[in-house]
T-cell receptor, first 114, second 112 residues
Framework: NAGVMQNPRHLVRRRGQEARLRCSPM?????VYWYRQLPEEGLKFMVY????????ESGMPKERFSAEFPKEGPSILRIQQVVRGDSAAYFC????????????FGDGTRLSIL | RKEVEQDPGPFNVPEGATVAFNCTYSNSASQSFFWYRQDCRKEPKLLMS???SGNEDGRFTAQLNRASQYISLLIRDSKLSDSATYLC?????????????FGRGTSLIVHP
């Protein structure tokens, strides 16, 4: 499967724990985007990364959330000290570049906070 | 005013009907426009890109009106399998880059 790969598909954490979500972009794609979708809500942009660089993190909460896209390996979205309100579906998308190229999405990670 | 707005619906139509959705955007400097569909909280899937000249893919036709800042999606001869949420996406300027901004989606229900 050469698509965008996200894991885990489902993640359960207790309040105060850390959650790590991983995303491997499609082959040949160097741009990665993370989105959050709350129940009955639309997709909300969080962060846009290229290899080793955060391009735009205007949608990401300033505290507890961080993202990286290292030179080797998948992109990681990290949520520290999770709270109930972090429960959501987190989608990753990738594209080959900016401009008029569409994104392709992974299956998402469903995060549940107990 | 939200950057990308869509009528949430639901649009409830019989099989075979023609249905149209609109989506408006607020930033005139936006570039690149797309329609995605999302089924039952699964991942969004690209339906089609949208160009000023209009483009068609089978039963689906998309149009961009830059002057009025909206895009449209027309579905002809609706099928039961078209039932989904249709998401409008606009690449919106943000700093030195463009960020894909999603509308909240329009729900379509096609019934027998």
């Amino acid at each position: 499967n050469a698509g965008v790969m996200q894991n885990p598909r489902h993640l359960v954490r207790r309040r105060g724990q850390e959650a790590r979500l991983r995303c491997s972009p499609m082959k040949g794609h160097s741009h990665v985007y993370w989105y959050r979708q709350l129940p009955e809500e639309g997709l909300k942009f969080m962060v846009y990364l290229q290899k080793e660089n955060i391009i735009d993190e205007s949608g990401m909460p300033k505290e507890r959330f961080s993202a990286e896209f290292p030179k080797e390996g998948p992109s990681i979205l990290r949520i520290q000290q999770v709270v109930r309100g972090d429960s959501a579906a987190y989608f990753c998308a990738s594209s080959p570049g900016q401009g008029n190229q569409p994104q392709h999405f992974g299956d998402g990670t469903r995060l549940s906070i107990l | 005013r939200k950057e990308v707005e869509q009528d949430p619906g639901p649009f409830n139509v019989p099989e075979g009907a023609t249905v149209a959705f609109n989506c408006t955007y607020s930033n005139s400097a936006s570039q690149s426009f797309f329609w995605y569909r999302q089924d039952c909280r699964k991942e969004p899937k690209l339906l089609m890109s949208v160009y000023s000249s209009g483009n068609e893919d089978g039963r689906f036709t998309a149009q961009l009106n830059r002057a009025s800042q909206y895009i449209s999606l027309l579905i002809r001869d609706s099928k039961l399998s078209d039932s989904a949420t249709y998401l409008c996406v606009v690449n919106t300027p943000s700093g030195g880059s463009y960020i894909p901004t999603f509308g909240r989606g329009t729900s379509l229900i096609v019934h027998p």
